[in-house]
C-alpha cells in the first residue's frame, strides 16, 4: 500500500512540475524577432524584382508594405489523476490522464502604397545632397551616378527608357571613372554649411599628400568647366551650372531609376517576337555593356537563385553568383526607402502576445 501511494505522490510532483513551468513567451521572442526579420526582407526583395518585371512589360508597378504582425500563442494543459483501493476486497486501481494544446494565430497587416503622397514621392527626383550623403557612406560613385543620375554639368548618362532612348555622352564615363579612382584613394569629401539663410552641400577634392590623383582631380575639373583654382564647389540640383564654382547635378526620380533598371530584364525571344514587351536600345559605350541589374528569364529558377518571382507563366531571378545585382538590388531598396515613397515612418510594428 505503501508504495502505491509512493507511486501516485510521485506522479502528482511531477505533473504540478510541468504545469509550473515558465511562460514561453521570452524563448519565442529571439526566434520569432529573425524569423520575421527574414520573412519581411525576402519579401520586399520580392516585391521589388516583380515590379521591375512589371515595368518592362508596361505593367504598373504595386507596393505593398508590411504594417503590422501580431503574433499570439497560447499553452493550454489539463491533468487529471485517479486512485482506488480496497482494504477488504482484493483489487485497486490508478489512473493518470493529461492533454495538452498549442496555437500560434499570426495575423499580418498589409498596407498599399499609393495616393497622391506615394505619388509626388515617386517622380519626385532624389536631392543631389542626398546620393552623396550615400557616396560618402562608401558606395561606389560611378555605379551611384549610372543608376540615378541624368547629367552633370550637362554631360549626358545613357538611357534605355523607351520615350528618353538615347546614347550617353562618352565624357561622361570619363568623368564617373575618375571620380571612382579620387573616391578609392579618399580624395573627396562631402561638407553640409549655412550659406546665405539656406544649407548648402559642399564637394571638396583633395589631390592627397602624394598627389596620386592629381591628374584625375584636373580632368573631373575640365570635363565640367569648373574652376581649377579652388577645390570646393557647391552642389546643386539642375542641368547646368550657373557659376565656375557650382557642380550641377540633374539627379533621377525613384519611379525613372525603376524604369531604367526595368529595362534591362532578359525577357524570353517569343514575347519579343510577338510584340508583349518592347525591345531596348542596344549600348555601344563599353560602360553600359550589361544592365546594372542582370535579371535572368526561364521556365525554371535555380533552387539557389538570390531571389526568384513568377510572371506571366515564367520565372526571373537574379543568380545568387552575380554580387553586382545582388548588391545593386540592395541599393536600389536602400534608395526606395531615402526617397520617402512611404511618407511619415511606417516600419512593421511587430506585437507578440505570449501566454
Not at 527608357?161 to 546614347?167: F, I
Not at 560602360?287 to 535555380?302: C, N, W
Request: hydrophobic letters at 40%.
Amino acid at each position: 500500500m505503501r508504495s502505491r501511494f509512493t507511486r501516485l505522490a510521485s506522479v502528482i510532483l511531477t505533473c504540478q512540475c510541468i504545469a509550473g513551468c515558465g511562460t514561453i513567451g521570452p524563448r519565442t521572442m529571439s526566434r520569432d524577432q529573425f524569423d520575421y526579420t527574414a520573412a519581411v526582407s525576402d519579401s520586399w526583395k520580392r516585391q521589388m524584382l516583380l515590379n521591375l518585371v512589371k515595368l518592362r512589360y508596361n505593367d504598373a508597378p504595386t507596393f505593398l508594405e508590411v504594417s503590422s504582425i501580431i503574433s499570439q500563442y497560447s499553452v493550454e494543459t489539463s491533468l487529471s489523476l485517479g486512485a482506488t483501493w480496497d482494504a477488504i476486497l482484493p483489487g485497486n486501481s490508478q489512473s493518470l490522464g493529461a492533454t495538452g494544446r498549442y496555437t500560434d494565430r499570426p495575423t499580418i497587416t498589409y498596407s498599399p502604397l499609393r495616393g497622391e503622397e506615394f505619388t509626388r514621392s515617386l517622380m519626385t527626383p532624389i536631392p543631389p545632397a542626398s546620393l552623396c550623403s550615400i557616396i560618402q557612406a562608401g558606395w561606389p560613385v560611378d555605379r551611384v551616378f549610372l543608376m540615378c543620375v541624368q547629367s552633370v554639368n550637362g554631360l549626358d548618362n545613357g538611357t534605355s527608357m523607351m520615350a528618353l532612348s538615347r546614347q550617353g555622352n562618352p565624357d561622361f564615363y570619363r568623368l564617373i571613372a575618375a571620380l571612382r579612382r579620387i573616391q578609392q584613394a579618399g580624395g573627396v569629401s562631402i561638407r553640409v554649411q549655412k550659406k546665405d539663410n539656406r544649407t548648402a552641400t559642399i564637394m571638396v577634392f583633395q589631390s592627397g599628400a602624394d598627389g596620386s590623383i592629381k591628374d584625375d582631380v584636373n580632368l573631373v575639373q575640365t570635363l565640367l568647366g569648373m574652376s581649377p583654382g579652388t577645390s570646393e564647389y557647391e552642389l546643386v540640383y539642375g542641368r547646368l551650372p550657373t557659376s565656375p564654382n557650382e557642380v550641377a547635378i540633374l539627379s533621377r526620380s525613384m519611379l525613372q531609376i525603376l524604369l531604367e533598371i526595368g529595362s534591362g530584364v532578359d525577357v524570353p525571344q517569343a514575347d519579343l517576337d510577338e510584340g508583349r514587351v518592347m525591345p531596348v536600345l542596344v549600348q555601344t559605350t563599353a560602360e553600359q555593356t550589361r544592365p546594372e541589374i542582370l535579371v535572368h528569364s526561364g521556365a525554371r529558377a535555380p533552387n539557389d537563385a538570390f531571389v526568384a518571382v513568377k510572371y506571366r507563366g515564367q520565372r526571373f531571378w537574379i543568380d545568387d553568383r552575380d554580387p553586382r545585382s545582388k548588391g545593386m538590388l540592395s541599393f536600389l531598396m536602400i534608395l526606395f526607402s531615402l526617397a520617402e515613397t512611404g511618407g511619415p515612418s511606417r516600419a512593421p510594428l511587430v506585437t507578440i502576445p505570449a501566454g
